[in-house]
């Protein structure tokens, strides 16, 4: 099994910056893929970042040019950070992990954190 922990939320100011964490632990030697997804008041989730094990990364085009998503593979750990923040930011970001295990007939399965709330205002 794997286990997502987010950290780093809180307030910040319109334009201001961010960075949130997530360290995963358990099972991890399975993991591919990681990301961040997000769920603002009244909305659907959707895709923020992700970034495979060999660092590619994809981004929602809401934060194109303004988040940036990195991993450190030896930690265990994926970073967002989050630069030039609008109130539309404002949303529950959630840790995601896509682990494969190989031995298993190729399984897949998707990991996803508790949450971590960040609110953009001033």
């Known amino acids: 099994q794997v286990h997502l922990v987010e950290s780093g939320g809180g307030l910040v100011q319109p334009g201001g910056s961010l960075r949130v964490s997530c360290a995963a632990s358990?099972?991890?030697?399975?993991?591919?893929?990681m990301g961040w997804y997000r769920q603002g008041p009244g909305k659907e989730r959707e895709l923020v970042a992700t970034i495979t094990r060999g660092g590619s990364t994809k981004y929602g085009d809401s934060v194109k040019g303004r988040f940036t998503i990195s991993r450190d593979n030896a930690k265990n750990t994926v970073y967002l950070q989050m630069n030039s923040m609008k109130p539309e930011d404002t949303a529950v970001y959630y840790c995601?992990?896509?682990?494969?295990?190989?031995?298993?007939?190729?399984?897949?399965?998707?990991?996803w954190g508790q949450g971590t709330q960040v609110t953009v205002s001033s």
């Open positions: 358990g099972s991890t030697f399975s993991i591919t893929d």
């Open positions: 995601h992990a896509r682990s494969v295990v190989v031995a298993a007939d190729w399984d897949v399965n998707d990991h």
